[in-house]
């Protein structure tokens, strides 16, 4: 009896030792063949699967706006905000009241807001953990990847104010703004600075400036001007910041000084993500109307890394780690930084946004359910 259980543990113990070996040599030899290979294993281990599969189902409505937390899919709409797990069930279903709602996501954490309204909630995988309505107008928020929230706003005897709140959604920080019109502000991935943009007049005209601000002081650490064009967005990045403005997208570093731009030389511009690692992928159009265009993907010093001639329609584009997502009207492709393309499928059903993960997955979202492209 004795030598039975011996040689059952002992079987046991060899097995294992052999399926440490395998994973051993398929984490080996996908490091040594590189990036393609390593995301693929690790999409393996995640997904257990390479197959395009439908994972959350929600009620139809064409309005939704979609984000990641951690695994979750976060989806928004004018009356709800739901958390949903993997298998389609909510991990929460929250009730609220948007009327041009607007998500963000970061740090763990998601934000959902009234874009010109009063009301932010903020949440995390467990539920809401903070809520505010305190009647001045929003303007921006902004979540990083350090959880830190930064809430530009309309403010009473000011031309704007922003607060930052930290990861416990605690004030920390707020800069009240007398001369300037406040446009926009983002805190800095290692959660240490805040970058906002203002706008004055100055010599019959306006400009915009870039303020760099401390966390711990009040004063702000250094000024850059900005001449070329209204700033519509701006998101903390790995290199430090990333804008796009009406005429060029633009690069900021951790400083708050200008290190790359991109002209869209006279091209409008159609859709465009900030969130690659290092880069950006901009589509710009011929004409207003239309689908002829270009595809461009720039990286932190203003550099063209690829270019691609686009002639059906966008529907949507996601960028994450060294690759960007686009989704056409017939087919999902993901693409590398320098628009080689990586993967792709045909089976894109009726979905309008898409959603890339940093491992190469691509989340696909229509209006009433979402599934996850695995290359």
């Not at 398929?26 to 439908?54: C, I, M, P, Q």
């Not at 107008?137 to 929230?149: A, K, N, P």
């Not at 100055?202 to 966390?215: I, N, S």
Request: some cysteine; hydrophobic content about 40%; charged content about 20%.
């Amino acid at each position: 009896m004795t030598d039975q259980k011996n040689r059952h543990w002992l079987l046991r113990f060899l097995t294992l030792g052999l399926l440490f070996v395998l994973v051993l040599g398929l984490v080996a030899a996908a490091s040594f063949s590189g990036g393609r290979y390593k995301d693929r294993f690790r999409r393996w281990l995640l997904y257990g699967s390479s197959l395009t599969e439908n994972r959350y189902i929600y009620s139809a409505d064409s309005g939704y706006l979609f984000g990641q937390v951690g695994p979750y899919l976060a989806v928004l709409s004018q009356n709800s905000l739901q958390l949903l797990r993997d298998d389609g069930t909510a991990q929460f279903d929250e009730t609220v009241s948007l009327a041009v709602p607007a998500l963000i996501t970061g740090g763990g954490l998601l934000a959902a807001w009234d874009v010109g309204g009063t009301r932010l909630v903020v949440a995390d995988t467990n539920g809401i953990l903070f809520e505010r309505d305190e009647g001045a107008r929003l303007l921006s928020v902004r979540l990083s990847d350090s959880g830190h929230l930064a809430v530009t706003e309309e403010k009473s005897g000011y031309k704007g104010a922003v607060t930052v709140y930290d990861q416990k959604q605690e004030k920390i920080f707020t800069f009240n703004s007398s001369t300037n019109f406040l446009l926009d502000a983002a805190v800095s991935r290692d959660g240490r600075r805040l970058l906002a943009v203002t706008m004055g007049q100055e010599a019959g005209g306006y400009v915009t400036r870039f303020v760099l601000y401390d966390l711990g002081r009040e004063d702000p650490l250094g000024t850059t001007v900005f001449q070329e064009g209204l700033v519509l967005d701006l998101v903390s990045v790995s290199t430090g910041y990333a804008a796009a403005a009406d005429e060029m997208a633009l690069f900021l570093s951790s400083a708050g000084e200008i290190t790359g731009r991109y002209s869209y030389a006279g091209a409008y511009l159609r859709d465009y993500t900030l969130t690659g690692d290092g880069f950006c992928a901009l589509l710009l159009g011929r004409y207003r109307a239309g689908v002829v265009g270009r595809l461009v993907t720039v990286d932190s010093a203003g550099q063209e890394l690829g270019s691609l001639e686009v002639s059906k329609e966008v529907l949507d584009i996601s960028a994450a780690g060294d690759r960007v997502a686009v989704l056409y009207s017939d087919e999902l492709v993901i693409y590398e930084k320098d628009l080689t393309r990586y993967a792709s499928t045909v089976e894109t059903g009726l979905a309008g946004r898409v959603l890339l993960a940093e491992d190469g997955s691509a989340l696909a979202a229509s209006a009433d359910s979402a599934w996850r492209f695995l290359p």
